[in-house]
């Protein structure tokens, strides 16, 4: 079964770090790009992008409200994508969710509409 797998949410204090990775299961993650969303479930948002990364590594995107905290990474021995997050604010608590797609040249929601998607991982921040 193909499928994507988030991992390493979690509750942390303002200022803290996570790191989430989403790894690739039973496929391989090389040929895709990967973009994270995250969703305010509580505020009712549609998904908001936030960060990308092309298939090589060689293009990376964030969202400007994550700029300079945020890193996404590829993780190719380990078929994973990371997203390390620093200084985490509360205004980023929310399920982050990780998306595959092959065509998918940015963090647009309609790119990876026709992707494969992971079940999300929550994150959630203390003030």
């Known amino acids: 079964q193909v499928q994507l797998v988030e991992s390493g949410g979690g509750l942390v204090q303002s200022g803290g770090s996570l790191t989430l990775a989403c790894e690739g299961a039973?496929?391989?993650?090389?040929?895709?790009?990967i973009a994270w969303f995250r969703q305010d479930t509580g505020k009712q948002r549609e998904r908001e992008g936030v960060?990308?990364?092309?298939?090589?590594?060689?293009?990376?995107h964030y969202t400007n409200s994550v700029l300079g905290r945020f890193t996404i990474s590829r993780a190719n021995a380990d078929n994973s994508v990371l997203l390390s997050m620093t200084n985490l604010k509360p205004e980023d608590t929310g399920i982050y969710y990780c998306?595959?797609?092959?065509?998918?040249?940015?963090?647009?929601?309609?790119?990876?509409?026709?992707?494969?998607w992971g079940q999300g991982t929550q994150v959630t921040v203390s003030s």
């Open positions: 960060s990308f990364i092309s298939s090589s590594g060689a293009a990376t």
């Open positions: 039973g496929f391989a993650l090389d040929p895709f790009a």
């Open positions: 998306a595959a797609s092959e065509s998918a040249h940015t963090y647009s929601l309609d790119a990876f509409r026709d992707g494969f």
